[in-house]
């Protein structure tokens, strides 16, 4: 069936602190997570947004050693899956291609085309599915796809989501079941999953299926782990003037204060790797709050990385997706044009957010305040929903 790659897809994060300011600006360069009235308005208000954020999200990645620890589990991710696929028979090569930050997709892209690549699976590190998470990389690829003939020649097949993979439950519960041992008693620790949030309008109006696959996946998990347990799915990261999935992270831990939870083990629901939302918004931030609200006991389960049972799902998914018809990028949901990602209230457009930002906490600026500071220099330039 000629050479057989497989695509990893993430989101990206800065290697180090001076990386911080580009990788932004790479972020807010891209439509899919600000839709600007005017396109030319783009590029300038990426530079304005990472230039005036540097200093502030540099001081959330010094509390967590200097960097995004992302690159370099997902490469190993991608070896460990590499050597696992050839255990079963399968030579196939791994690539990694990030959306913000090095290696770009599109790097990954030209290697696979250098490599003479022949079959293609593309598969997200994101369980489950959401239009600005896989959703953009779809469509980036969809656009690579569209502009270079070349990439016609090379057969792909997607896999949009997979969080009812039943290794990668097991997985879950497994990492869940060796945490809630460690506490004095087991059977009463309260499970706190935490799943990063987006705006309902992704749900409403966009047709994003991405929280009832959460839910669905929580249920699942829980299934799996067949503890009795109580728990608690929440959303973390949200921002802005606008309603997000509910209930949110920092609420839900306040209410299991005031009902007198006092151990509490916290699974990163949506998250397959260590990164700044899980080192420094659940393990530092949520931590804070949950300890101001009177739990005693706050754990965290850790994510996945190179979990063998993980690898051993993904190397499934991919073996299952070269047995089975090709899905096509032209296949994967993605939103109407029309969609506004951010309902307008007093605001024109809106941001959405994604992994590896500001800790989670993203502005939401003014269209006429932006254009004064723009033009004049001397506009306020006002911002909502920051640390």
Not at 209 to 232: F, G, S, V, W
Not at 253 to 269: C, H, R, S, Y
Request: proline letters at 7%; hydrophobic letters at 40%.
């Amino acid at each position: 069936m000629g050479r057989v790659g497989v695509l990893l897809l993430n989101l990206g994060g800065p290697d180090q602190l001076k990386d911080v300011r580009p990788f932004l600006f790479n972020l807010f360069s891209d439509p899919e997570i600000i839709r600007l009235p005017f396109p030319w308005l783009q590029k300038p208000l990426a530079w304005l947004i990472s230039t005036k954020r540097a200093k502030i999200s540099q001081e959330n990645y010094k509390q967590i050693g200097g960097g995004s620890p992302l690159r370099k589990i997902t490469d190993a991710q991608a070896q460990a899956l590499q050597e696992h696929l050839q255990t079963k028979g399968q030579e196939v090569s791994v690539y990694v291609g990030m959306r913000y930050w090095h290696p770009f997709t599109e790097e990954a892209i030209a290697t696979i085309k250098a490599d003479g690549i022949e079959r293609l699976v593309i598969l997200p590190l994101y369980p489950q599915f959401s239009i600005s998470t896989s959703g953009s990389s779809f469509r980036l690829l969809e656009n690579l796809w569209t502009e270079d003939p070349e990439l016609s020649k090379i057969e792909h097949t997607v896999i949009p989501s997979w969080y009812q993979q039943p290794q990668y439950l097991q997985a879950m519960a497994d990492l869940i079941a060796q945490e809630l041992d460690k506490f004095s008693n087991p059977d009463q620790v309260h499970i706190f999953f935490s799943a990063h949030g987006v705006p309902i309008s992704y749900v409403t109006e966009a047709g994003d299926p991405y929280q009832q696959e959460i839910e669905d996946c929580t249920a699942l998990i829980m299934k799996t782990l067949n503890r009795p347990n109580p728990h608690t799915l929440a959303y973390q990261s949200r921002v802005g003037p606008v309603e997000w999935l509910q209930p949110y992270t920092e609420d839900a831990l306040q209410e299991l204060g005031a009902k007198n939870t006092q151990d509490l083990l916290v699974v990163p629901i949506s998250f397959v790797s260590e990164h700044i939302e899980t080192l420094q918004e659940i393990d530092i931030e949520y931590r804070e709050i949950a300890e101001e609200s009177g739990i005693k006991q706050f754990e965290r389960v850790p994510a996945l990385n190179t979990h063998p049972l993980f690898i051993e799902s993904l190397t499934t998914l991919v073996v299952d997706a070269l047995e089975s018809p090709s899905r096509e990028l032209s296949e994967v949901i993605r939103p109407p044009e029309t969609v506004k990602i951010y309902p307008p209230e007093r605001w024109e457009w809106g941001m959405t957010t994604a992994a590896e930002v500001w800790n989670g906490r993203l502005a939401m600026i003014g269209f006429i305040a932006l254009l004064l500071e723009l033009i004049s220099g001397t506009g306020p330039l006002h911002f909502a929903g920051l640390l």
